[in-house]
């Protein structure tokens, strides 16, 4: 089997697994607990906090562990708007981009229905990015937060981070960025990029499911989400995933560590990947940015075929991708990240996404490259029957 949806996921590296392994076993304390084996725990979760920090270039107390990437991103759209909105009534604006993971275009949406937000959503070009431009255009003083993702989870595009939060950070608006995709792949340094706040998730990076992250911004203001015991300094409360932390933190350096290499080598073979098939489909449209993309995203429009009928052609030849995002599976509804794109939404239902696990080698991506070819072929031989 040749696995190309590591966007949804990725497995659990083993350097992972044996960090996280005392902390659910023998330290398996809670970090909360005054005694010595909560000590143990709590000292393991704030050496993974700072290293996490110091990873992202922050202070450790800038780190809140979550459950995952979507907490992070409701975290940080949620806390601050509402925190902001409690400082001054007229920050009651949220500005999402179009393109946005489910976790921030639903919270900004939860803000409006639940609490009397209104929402600005940025439009994108066709290759799917901002333009800082249109969101200088929309950001001011009613602004309560902006967020637009630093790398698209489906077409694999990536934004220009540092001009947006240099456009809201001239308004004097929080910029939030989910950075679920670009962890491990593009540079995270939340000083060199200008956010306020930026949300990561393990089980993207080779941790387990279930653990993520938020910087933000020690001077922000931030309404917690969970109400509790007031754990993580008060902005996230619930029991500390201590393993889970661990493991995050143990991930995020190996993934750095080899980034540079990586990223050039995976660049590579997706350029390899990406030739292949458009010699062996010439009428599949390459979706998302041609150059401004993540290294392993390869995404395809298959016009006047199935998405879907060729995603088991796929897997029968055993390559396992998807149509898009994990979060929307299931759904009949061609992608809103694609409409917002401008593509036809006839043309949308027949995407399908390629993500390339960085352990991946090139003979396996040539065969996978044929088997595309193989698959395409026989569902027109199919549809034409």
């Known amino acids: 089997m040749i696995y190309l949806d590591a966007a949804a996921t990725t497995p659990v590296r083993r350097e992972v697994l044996e960090a996280m392994w005392p902390f659910l076993t023998g330290d398996f304390g809670n970090a909360s607990s005054h005694h010595e084996i909560g000590a143990r725990a709590r000292d393991a979760l704030e050496a993974a906090r700072d290293e996490v920090a110091g990873l992202l270039g922050c202070r450790g107390a800038e780190i809140t562990f979550t459950s995952g990437g979507t907490e992070a991103d409701n975290l940080a759209v949620k806390g601050i708007a509402l925190a902001r909105r409690a400082a001054d009534p007229r920050r009651s604006r949220v500005v999402v981009s179009a393109v946005e993971h489910p976790a921030v275009l639903e919270s900004a949406r939860a803000l409006a229905r639940l609490h009397g937000f209104s929402v600005d959503v940025l439009a994108v070009d066709a290759a799917g990015r901002?333009?800082?431009?249109?969101?200088?255009?929309?950001?001011?003083?009613?602004?309560?937060?902006?967020?637009?993702?630093?790398a698209n989870n489906e077409v694999g595009t990536v934004?220009?981070?540092?001009?947006?939060?240099?456009?809201?950070?001239?308004?004097?608006?929080?910029?939030?960025?989910?950075?679920?995709?670009?962890?491990?792949?593009?540079?995270?340094?939340?000083?060199?990029?200008g956010v306020d706040a930026l949300s990561i998730s393990g089980h993207k990076l080779g941790a387990p499911k279930g653990v993520g992250a938020l910087y933000a911004a020690g001077r922000l203001?931030?309404?917690?989400?969970?109400?509790?015991?007031?754990?993580?300094?008060?902005?996230?409360?619930?029991?500390?995933?201590?393993?889970?932390?661990v493991a995050l933190a143990t991930a995020l350096r190996l993934a750095e560590a080899e980034r540079t290499t990586a990223s050039a080598r995976l660049s590579s073979l997706r350029d390899a990947f990406v030739a292949r098939v458009l010699e062996l489909v010439p009428d599949a449209i390459l979706t998302g940015h041609p150059s401004e993309r993540l290294p392993g995203s390869a995404s395809f429009c298959f016009p006047r075929v199935s998405g879907e009928s060729v995603l088991l052609e796929l897997e029968r030849r055993g390559v396992v991708c998807?149509?898009?995002?994990?979060?929307?599976?299931?759904?009949s509804e061609p992608s809103s990240v694609l409409l917002a794109m401008g593509i036809d939404p006839e043309v949308a239902l027949t995407a399908v996404r390629f993500t390339l696990p960085g352990t991946i080698e090139a003979q396996d991506l040539a065969r996978a490259a044929e088997a595309v070819g193989e698959a395409h072929a026989a569902v027109v031989g199919i549809a034409h029957r």
């Open 322 to 331: 998807s149509s898009g995002s994990a979060c929307a599976a299931g759904s």
């Open 130 to 150: 901002v333009a800082p431009e249109a969101l200088a255009a929309v950001v001011g003083p009613e602004t309560a937060v902006a967020s637009v993702m630093f």
């Open 221 to 245: 203001a931030l309404e917690p989400v969970l109400d509790g015991g007031g754990q993580e300094r008060g902005r996230r409360s619930g029991t500390e995933n201590v393993a889970g932390a």
């Open 159 to 193: 934004q220009p981070v540092a001009e947006l939060a240099a456009v809201a950070r001239g308004a004097a608006v929080p910029f939030h960025t989910d950075a679920v995709q670009a962890a491990g792949w593009l540079p995270l340094d939340v000083r060199a990029l």
